[in-house]
């Protein structure tokens, strides 16, 4: 399932297929949205970048 990023701000990456550490950043940020939790989903996309940009560019 694929969430929108915040508004004003570059789209969140994609998880890559079968990384473990992608899956569960995605997933923790899917629950922050739906908690309606923008502190938490904030939190997540940086987490997010930051992991992709070191394990996967």
Do not use: C
């Given at each position: 399932m694929t969430?929108?990023?915040m508004h004003g701000w570059p789209e969140v990456p994609q998880p890559?297929?079968?990384c473990d550490r992608c899956a569960t950043l995605?997933?923790?940020?899917?629950?922050a949205i739906?908690?309606?939790?923008?502190?938490?989903?904030?939190?997540?996309?940086?987490?997010?970048?930051?992991?992709?940009?070191g394990a996967h560019e």
């Open positions: 969430y929108p990023s890559v297929a079968g995605h997933q923790n940020r899917a629950g739906r908690r309606g939790d923008g502190s938490a989903e904030s939190d997540y996309n940086v987490l997010i970048r930051r992991h992709h940009a």
